[in-house]
């Protein structure tokens, strides 16, 4: 009897340790999957954040489809954060770029002329106003990545749902660019209009954006045809005259040919308007520093300014000198009187 205790207690011991030893094994496994990894692996799980009802619709111009679409508000942003800003920038920089993207679009509702945007519609879907694209549209870009990144952008929308940059109690004109060459520019720089919340301000962090230079090689025959000049005898390429408040060229003479940096940059297909040459044998290199107009906020700028832990706020007024950020409401009721 004694005998069958022990062996009934050995049989029970064994049986404990069978039920264990699977616990045992995937306890570390489950382990690994906390923290950052587990975080990263909820976040792709989650489901999209919730935008809400938009109180207007936007009539957008499809390009491609040669159709007008009316896009909620909010899911305009939507596609117009998707695509003018990378997905893995820092929420704080998507909330700013959200900003401007509703700033913007707000601005041209209450616009008696849309220029560029056909009969019906308000802004086309391309770089003419801002590049706007669909959820389907995104899914076929981002394939695998269309969860996490879809999600991320709709949150930074989300946070700032209906908010926009004003001046004057005014919407903005809510600029902005890639790269800075470690300043922004003067609105009057580079278009005609002098505003007075476009102002040159340094943006130090671009020199880290992978957009920051670039290099152009013409042929001395290619340079001076799409310039309209000829280089002078004794082989140099052109003299800067004047710079810009934003340390971009301004204008430059070639062998007593006056053009505009702008001019310059448009003919030659150049990065930004920062940008020097050289003669090398009969060919021309020009190197820019920057990428973009140069006006409003430098998007590379705002994305190092919210990882050193500035919010979207502190980035808009950085780069929009002396503006509010306000309530998107008052504006879309006159749009909606309109109507």
Do not use: C
């Amino acid at each position: 009897m004694k005998q069958l205790k022990t062996f009934t207690l050995i049989f029970a011991a064994f049986f404990i340790v069978i039920l264990m030893v699977p616990s045992l094994l995937v306890a570390p496994f489950i382990q690994k999957t906390t923290g950052v990894l587990g975080e990263e692996l909820q976040k792709q799980g989650q489901e999209e954040a919730v935008l809400g009802d938009s109180p207007i619709s936007v009539p957008v111009y499809r390009a491609q489809e040669k159709v007008i679409q009316e896009i909620p508000l909010e899911e305009y942003v939507v596609g117009v954060v998707a695509s003018e800003m990378p997905a893995d920038f820092e929420l704080e920089a998507l909330k700013a770029q959200a900003l401007a993207a509703r700033t913007y679009i707000v601005k041209q509702l209450l616009n008696e002329k849309n220029i560029g945007a056909p009969k019906g519609s308000v802004v086309t879907d391309t770089e003419i106003h801002q590049v706007y694209k669909s959820k389907e549209e995104l899914k076929k870009i981002w394939g695998s990545d269309y969860k996490w990144k879809i999600n991320k952008i709709t949150e930074a929308v989300a946070d700032t749902k209906g908010q926009i940059l004003t001046y004057d109690n005014q919407p903005i004109d809510a600029s902005f660019f890639s790269t800075s060459n470690g300043y922004t520019e003067n609105s009057e720089a580079y278009w005609s209009d002098s505003l007075p919340y476009l102002k040159s301000v340094e943006s130090p962090w671009d020199v880290n954006s992978p957009k920051f230079y670039d290099r152009k090689v013409f042929t001395v025959k290619e340079f001076e045809q799409k310039l309209g000049v000829q280089i002078g005898e004794d082989g140099s390429v052109g003299k800067v005259i004047s710079r810009t408040p934003g340390k971009r060229v301004a204008i430059v003479e070639i062998n007593g040919k006056k053009l505009t940096g702008r001019e310059i940059r448009e003919k030659l297909d150049l990065k930004s308007t920062d940008f020097s040459w050289e003669l090398k044998g009969d060919k021309i290199i020009v190197t820019t520093k920057g990428y973009g107009h140069g006006i409003g906020m430098s998007q590379y700028g705002a994305n190092f300014m919210a990882e050193e832990g500035k919010n979207y706020k502190d980035i808009v007024t950085y780069y929009y000198k002396g503006i509010e950020v306000s309530t998107a409401d008052q504006f879309l009721t006159k749009y909606m009187a309109k109507q």
